[in-house]
């Protein structure tokens, strides 16, 4: 049986094992891994019996029809160095690395080419994978691909040109919001005996309960603005601070993330650049 192959057992290789699993959409028998660090594939073995963990990438390659690499940017293009002799014309190649185009894998691999910018939330069955595939993958082969993350979350398919905006806006999107909340409770805590984790508790209930209630009740932001600040109240006031003082701050966040992007792109540019195309 040709398998589902996955090359890197970090936080993202592991989150869409066990999404994968929870949600049904794979077996266990389906998954054949590998990683640098064996110890971490014994205890992967613990945990799922029936997964197939290799030590080496390049027998792998040779098992799968689908193979997700979920290595460092930097480390993407010696994997896919190591492996090219191995795979099959056939394989679908899905690499879900940041700053890692489509036409960085196709120096290496001539065949179908999906890119994959999933989130952390899919964990939890929520959230965005971004999806883009490249001219070789047929209908049928983007449909299973897309089926897989579509079981994890939501999914979206778009330009590529778009990849480093959206992801801004999904995959990075945990990390940036759990920073603004952090400095939300930090300017709170002068004003009461709470302590930073109390207040914790209670932002994280109300983002939750807000989250939910806009999808539950279909409401968009400015009609949950419109429930809570009453007007010369209290949250107006506060709004009113937030409207004034956040554009200035999130065009900055948006230039540094997007500078950030083209600098890493950058070096993996010069990466790729020393690999002549060749077909596999
Ligand atoms: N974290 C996110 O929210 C997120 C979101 C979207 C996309 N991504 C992308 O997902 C990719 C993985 O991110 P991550 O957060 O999971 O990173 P990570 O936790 O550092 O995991 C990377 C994994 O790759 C393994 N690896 C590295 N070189 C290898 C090699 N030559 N052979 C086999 N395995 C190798 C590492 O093994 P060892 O642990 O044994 O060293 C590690 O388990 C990155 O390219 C990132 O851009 C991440």
Redesign the pocket.
Known sequence: MQKIGL?????????LIDAFLSSQILKQEEIII????QT?LELLKQRFPKIQTVKD?RLLAKECKILFV????M??K??LD?IRKEVSRELHLV??????TIEYLESVFNGKVTKV????TSEVGFGVSLICHNSKVGSEDALVVESLFNAIGSIKVIKEKHFEIA?DLT??A??LISAIFLEYIKASLPYSDFSPSDTEDMLVSTFYGTAKLMQERNLGFNEIIKRVATSGGITERGVEVLRKGLPSLFDSLFKNTLEKHGEIKGVLKTQFNSNLRTDL
């Open positions: 090359i890197g057992y970090g936080s993202m290789g592991s989150m590998s990683t640098r660090t971490k990438n979920c290595v460092e940017p480390e993407v010696r994997i190591e690499s879900i690395a940041a700053c890692v910018i999933p989130s952390v992801a995959s990075c945990p990390g």
